[in-house]
C-alpha cells in the first residue's frame, strides 16, 4: 500500500517497526479474549517433509482465517487440539 502512494520504504525500517510496535500490538491481540460466538474448526493435512509423511493441523476462525498451524511426525489429534487450545 505504501508504493501505490508513492512512499519509499526499506526493508530495514519495517523490520524496525516491526520491533517497536509488534509486542504492543501482540499483548492486545492476547488480552483480546474469545467471545461468546465465536467457532473455530480444525483441519488436518497429510504433508510431505524430506519423503517423510507428516501431519498439518490448522485452526480456522468462522470467518476463515487460520490462527494457528501445528505440524506433527505422527498423527494424534488429541495432542493436536490440546496445542492449539492453548495458543
Known sequence: ML?????????ETIR????????????RLRRKGPGPNDIWHLDEVVISI???????WRTFDQDG???????QNRRNTKAAKRLLMRC
Open 3 to 11: 508504493p501505490e502512494r508513492g512512499i519509499v520504504v526499506s526493508y
Open 16 to 27: 524496525r517497526w516491526g520491533l517497536k510496535f509488534g509486542p504492543d500490538y501482540c499483548r
Open 50 to 56: 524430506a519423503g517423510k509423511k507428516h501431519w498439518l
Open 65 to 71: 482465517y487460520v490462527l494457528d498451524e501445528v505440524v
